[in-house]
Nanobody
Framework: QLQVVESGGGLVQPGGSLRLSCAAS???????IGWFRQAPGKEREGVSW????????YYSDSVKGRFTISRDNAKNTVYLQMNSLKPEDTAVYYC????????????????????WGQGTQVTVSS
């Protein structure tokens, strides 16, 4: 099995920055690991992922150029550096590990992916 735990959320002013962390533990490997977010009343959105094998990254159009995903293999930790934050980035951010090779663009049910965290709140407000 694989467990993931997020940290790093909080309250930040528009234009500010936050870094989210996702620590993975367990014996199961994953294909991709990344982040979804969900704002009240809105659909869950896949924000970014990184592949385990070769570090290929993906960003949704809404965060491209502002967010950067990275990983520290020695620490089994993935980071999401969020810059130039906007009020519309306000959401609960979930770390998700893809154990099966799932199509991230057509799935948002975490059970399909295999492992996910409890979420961390990011609030962008003045």
């Amino acid at each position: 099995q694989l467990q993931v735990v997020e940290s790093g959320g909080g309250l930040v002013q528009p234009g500010g920055s936050l870094r989210l962390s996702c620590a993975a533990s367990g014996t199961r490997s994953y294909y991709k690991i990344g982040w979804f977010r969900q704002a009240p009343g809105k659909e869950r959105e896949g924000v970014s992922w990184i592949t385990n094998s070769d570090g290929i990254t993906y960003y949704s159009d809404s965060v491209k150029g502002r967010f950067t995903i990275s990983r520290d293999n020695a620490k089994n930790t993935v980071y999401l550096q969020m810059n130039s934050l906007k009020p519309e980035d306000t959401a609960v951010y979930y770390c998700v590990a893809d154990l099966w090779g799932v199509d991230w663009s057509h799935n948002s049910d975490f059970e399909v992916f295999g492992a996910w965290g409890q979420g961390t709140q990011v609030t962008v407000s003045s």
